[in-house]
């Protein structure tokens, strides 16, 4: 199925010929997916190792986490932890725990904390060692954020030493009220001793639970009158080796998912119970709306003036709703302080479209975390975007850079939950996945080598999708008179010396495509007259792929489906000829489809190239054999040369000589 689909997107962008190849296709980039099929290929669980493949910097001895959880929602946890140091690296990764909390919702207490000397000595954390800080998410914008970090800072931490400590949180305000939800995972790189995981809860309450890899775990303190305790454990679990382009650990580690929400459309309307009143249009709103789309007519051309102002105008301040409070602030709060969350940015965003009569619903999504969404129904959202029925698109206004309609490859290929329903549409939907739409780069080289065997370039680059929101961004950042700069450094990172300029366009300016133009001038490049080779320009790195044994891969792959076209003219000086190009290549597997076409144009050479590969976030192990085997046809392909004489050269030396007699 894969292979066919890489076929099929190829087959788009060669349309009309690949020198004028499209990678857009007709419908918007970022128009919803109703259902995407899992890949039961790849296993919950990634099975311990028999032994440590690799040293810890630091080993978990101890961890116990005990929950009790009240009908309301409310809850109390407990957690004891004991860490041994064993690397410098260790030293450094636990001289200090950072505990965060919700002020307005929670309490924290540290109940203990000391060092163990390798020596057997015990080092109580004095209380000037504990003190608190807000979070810096906050910083910048107080009242958008009541988190605050309780930091414990151990002493006399060598290799050798343990850390214990403990604290117990007190939440006492649902962030949903009525409902408790959720995940615990252990990383398959750690070094885990003894775990102990509990939830203790009303013997009636609905508690739905999901783990992999964990075991049943009775405690031994028996439940109260009319409550029921459930645990789990880990005992004894060495580090795992780690392996390249892996996802997440969560993905294939022990885990558990508790929730008492029923199913994810649940979750939704928890959230909208919270929130639907900040999004009413009051005349400040209306008012607004009006002004950013006065003399634009359309619904759509209105909601893109919309969408365009308020990624312009309300600085993203990034407080996921997941610590703090899920309750966004009012529209008008909003327009005032210029600045907000992801919660507030998509009321704010609802209020103007619904002022000019367009319906946008918020949609909860885990941006950029692990994809890989429970069975049960448990809040691993941190994040809002919108959802716009009429035209069945989602669009984040917090990206600051993301033209209408496109999206961040951190949203993409995602489960979402809208917060309310939509007429005919389904609760639980996906954005768009990976793939020509979404992520792509489309180049064009128009480069020549001179009398002297220097080479002038002049090229062009756009991204797709994702790939155009981040050049956007990068682009952002760069001060004029940076770019001869950033093109020279570029150069000595390709092992070359030369000069260069780019020129680029405003990053902000959504009604226009992002174009970056760069002009390189690289002495030497050629031997000229010749006979000589060389590589043709903008050759390169275009997939990453490990070496070693596909076979013995165990872990998944974060896989991204992408395509990229790159159209090249290499001129060479008048009266050169060519004794040999590059032969084509069209090469197709699992992991996508690679093809290039060379062709001479009197002294030119005119190359085109397109990469198109599949993946929608999460691949199977197995697929490292097929992806290996399309970056060795890419590699080799782009390390082909043209073989050349310049002008004036005879070729006589290709014949054949007699050998010479003893």
Same mark, same amino acid.
């Given at each position: 199925?894969?292979?066919?689909?890489?076929?099929?997107?190829?087959?788009?962008?060669?349309?009309?010929?690949?020198?004028?190849?499209?990678?857009?296709?007709?419908?918007?980039?970022?128009?919803?997916?109703?259902?995407?099929?899992?890949?039961?290929?790849?296993?919950?669980?990634?099975?311990?190792?028999?032994?440590?493949?690799?040293?810890?910097?630091?080993?978990?001895?101890?961890?116990?986490?005990?929950?009790?959880?009240?009908?309301? +929602?409310?809850?109390?946890?407990?957690?004891?932890?004991?860490?041994?140091?064993? !690397?410098?690296? %260790?030293?450094?990764?636990?001289?200090?725990?950072?505990?965060?909390?919700?002020?307005?919702?929670?309490?924290?207490?540290?109940?203990?904390?000391?060092?163990?000397?390798?020596?057997?000595?015990?080092?109580?954390? @004095?209380?000037?060692?504990?003190?608190?800080?807000?979070?810096?998410?906050?910083?910048?914008?107080?009242?958008?954020?009541?988190?605050?970090?309780? &930091?414990?800072?151990?002493?006399?931490?060598?290799?050798?030493?343990?850390?214990?400590?403990?604290? *117990?949180?007190?939440?006492?305000?649902?962030?949903?009220?009525?409902?408790?939800?959720?995940?615990?995972?252990?990383?398959?790189?750690?070094?885990?001793?003894?775990?102990?995981?509990?939830?203790?809860?009303?013997?009636?309450?609905?508690?739905?639970?999901?783990?992999?890899?964990?075991?049943?775990?009775?405690?031994?303190?028996?439940?109260?009158?009319?409550?029921?305790?459930? $645990?789990?454990?880990?005992?004894?679990?060495?580090?795992?080796?780690?392996?390249?382009?892996?996802?997440?650990?969560?993905?294939?580690?022990?885990?558990?998912?508790?929730?008492?929400?029923?199913?994810?459309?649940?979750?939704?309307?928890?959230?909208?119970?919270?929130?639907?009143?900040?999004?009413?249009?009051?005349?400040?709103?209306?008012?607004?709306?009006?002004?950013?789309?006065?003399?634009?007519? $359309?619904? *759509?051309?209105?909601?893109?003036?919309?969408?365009?102002?308020?990624?312009?105008?309300? *600085?993203?301040?990034?407080?996921?709703?997941?610590?703090?409070?899920?309750?966004?602030?009012?529209?008008?709060?909003?327009?005032?302080?210029?600045?907000?969350?992801?919660?507030?940015?998509?009321?704010?965003?609802?209020?103007?479209?619904?002022?000019?009569?367009?319906?946008?619903?918020?949609?909860?999504?885990?941006?950029?975390?692990?994809?890989?969404?429970?069975?049960?129904?448990?809040?691993?959202?941190?994040?809002? &975007?919108?959802?716009?029925?009429?035209?069945?698109?989602?669009?984040?206004?917090?990206?600051?850079?993301?033209?209408?309609?496109?999206?961040? %490859?951190?949203?993409?290929?995602?489960?979402?939950?809208?917060?309310?329903?939509?007429? @005919?549409?389904?609760?639980?939907?996906?954005?768009?996945?990976?793939?020509?739409?979404?992520?792509?780069?489309?180049?064009?080289?128009?480069?020549?080598?001179?009398?002297? +065997?220097?080479?002038?370039?002049?090229?062009?680059?756009? %991204?797709?999708?994702?790939?155009? &929101?981040?050049?956007?961004?990068?682009?952002?950042?760069?001060?004029? @008179?940076?770019?001869?700069?950033?093109?020279?450094?570029?150069?000595?990172?390709? @092992?070359?010396?030369?000069?260069?300029?780019?020129?680029?366009?405003?990053?902000?300016?959504?009604? !226009?495509?992002?174009?970056?133009?760069?002009?390189?001038?690289?002495?030497?490049?050629?031997?000229?007259?010749?006979?000589?080779?060389?590589?043709?320009? +903008?050759?390169?790195?275009?997939?990453?792929?490990?070496?070693?044994?596909?076979?013995?891969?165990?872990?998944?792959?974060?896989?991204?489906?992408?395509?990229?076209?790159?159209?090249?003219?290499?001129?060479?000086?008048? $009266?050169?000829?060519?004794?040999?190009?590059?032969?084509?290549?069209?090469?197709?597997?699992?992991?996508?489809?690679?093809?290039?076409?060379?062709?001479?144009? %009197?002294?030119?050479?005119?190359?085109?190239?397109?990469?198109?590969?599949?993946?929608?976030?999460?691949?199977?192990?197995?697929?490292?054999?097929?992806?290996?085997?399309?970056?060795?046809?890419?590699?080799?392909?782009?390390?082909?040369?043209?073989?050349?004489?310049?002008?004036?050269?005879?070729?006589?030396?290709?014949?054949?000589?007699?050998?010479?007699?003893?």
């Amino acid at each position: 199925m894969r292979r066919i689909a890489s076929t099929l997107a190829l087959a788009t962008l060669l349309a009309a010929g690949i020198a004028h190849a499209q990678l857009l296709p007709a419908a918007p980039a970022s128009t919803a997916r109703a259902t995407a099929t899992p890949d039961h290929t790849i296993p919950e669980v990634i099975p311990a190792p028999a032994r440590a493949e690799v040293q810890s910097a630091s080993s978990n001895l101890l961890l116990e986490d005990a929950y009790r959880i009240e009908r309301s +929602g409310a809850f109390t946890e407990t957690v004891t932890r004991s860490v041994r140091i064993n !690397t410098v690296a %260790g030293i450094s990764e636990w001289s200090s725990v950072r505990l965060p909390y919700s002020v307005s919702r929670q309490k924290l207490d540290v109940l203990s904390a000391w060092v163990s000397t390798p020596d057997g000595k015990r080092i109580e954390v @004095g209380k000037n060692q504990i003190f608190t800080k807000l979070d810096n998410a906050g910083v910048g914008a107080p009242m958008f954020s009541d988190t605050e970090l309780r &930091i414990i800072v151990f002493p006399q931490l060598a290799v050798g030493a343990t850390l214990h400590y403990s604290y *117990r949180i007190d939440t006492h305000e649902a962030l949903f009220p009525g409902q408790f939800s959720d995940i615990e995972s252990y990383s398959r790189y750690g070094d885990w001793g003894k775990v102990r995981l509990s939830y203790d809860i009303p013997a009636d309450l609905p508690f739905h639970v999901q783990s992999y890899g964990m075991q049943a775990w009775a405690p031994t303190t028996p439940a109260g009158s009319g409550r029921k305790l459930i $645990g789990f454990a880990l005992d004894n679990v060495p580090p795992m080796a780690p392996e390249t382009i892996a996802p997440s650990p969560y993905v294939f580690s022990p885990r558990v998912m508790v929730s008492t929400f029923p199913d994810y459309a649940a979750i939704g309307d928890a959230y909208w119970a919270r929130a639907q009143a900040m999004s009413a249009v009051t005349p400040e709103v209306r008012k607004l709306a009006d002004a950013i789309t006065r003399g634009i007519s $359309g619904k *759509r051309a209105q909601a893109v003036a919309i969408y365009d102002w308020v990624s312009k105008h309300i *600085r993203y301040v990034a407080v996921y709703f997941g610590v703090g409070g899920v309750v966004p602030h009012d529209a008008a709060t909003v327009i005032a302080n210029r600045y907000g969350d992801c919660k507030d940015h998509a009321t704010l965003l609802e209020a103007l479209l619904a002022a000019k009569g367009i319906d946008a619903i918020g949609a909860l999504i885990n941006a950029g975390g692990p994809n890989r969404p429970p069975q049960v129904a448990a809040n691993h959202f941190n994040h809002i &975007i919108t959802y716009l029925p009429q035209w069945h698109l989602f669009v984040d206004s917090t990206v600051g850079e993301a033209p209408f309609g496109e999206l961040p %490859g951190s949203d993409l290929g995602r489960q979402v939950v809208l917060v309310r329903a939509a007429p @005919g549409e389904p609760r639980v939907m996906h954005t768009p996945g990976f793939g020509p739409a979404t992520m792509g780069l489309i180049s064009d080289d128009h480069s020549e080598i001179t009398a002297d +065997g220097s080479l002038i370039a002049r090229s062009s680059e756009r %991204g797709v999708g994702a790939t155009d &929101i981040g050049m956007r961004g990068n682009f952002l950042s760069v001060r004029p @008179g940076q770019e001869k700069y950033i093109m020279q450094s570029m150069l000595a990172s390709r @092992g070359m010396q030369g000069t260069g300029d780019m020129q680029f366009g405003n990053p902000l300016d959504f009604a !226009t495509p992002f174009v970056l133009r760069m002009q390189v001038k690289v002495p030497a490049f050629a031997q000229l007259p010749g006979p000589a080779a060389v590589t043709i320009p +903008g050759s390169g790195t275009w997939i990453n792929v490990p070496g070693g044994d596909a076979a013995g891969r165990r872990l998944p792959l974060a896989c991204t489906g992408s395509a990229r076209v790159s159209n090249t003219h290499l001129r060479f000086p008048p $009266g050169s000829h060519f004794i040999a190009i590059p032969p084509p290549v069209n090469f197709s597997n699992s992991a996508g489809h690679y093809q290039a076409r060379y062709q001479l144009a %009197g002294t030119s050479v005119i190359a085109e190239r397109s990469l198109v590969t599949t993946g929608d976030g999460l691949c199977p192990a197995s697929d490292l054999a097929a992806l290996q085997a399309l970056a060795g046809v890419i590699g080799k392909d782009q390390r082909a040369q043209v073989l050349y004489a310049g002008p004036g050269v005879a070729l006589h030396w290709l014949q054949a000589q007699p050998a010479a007699q003893p």
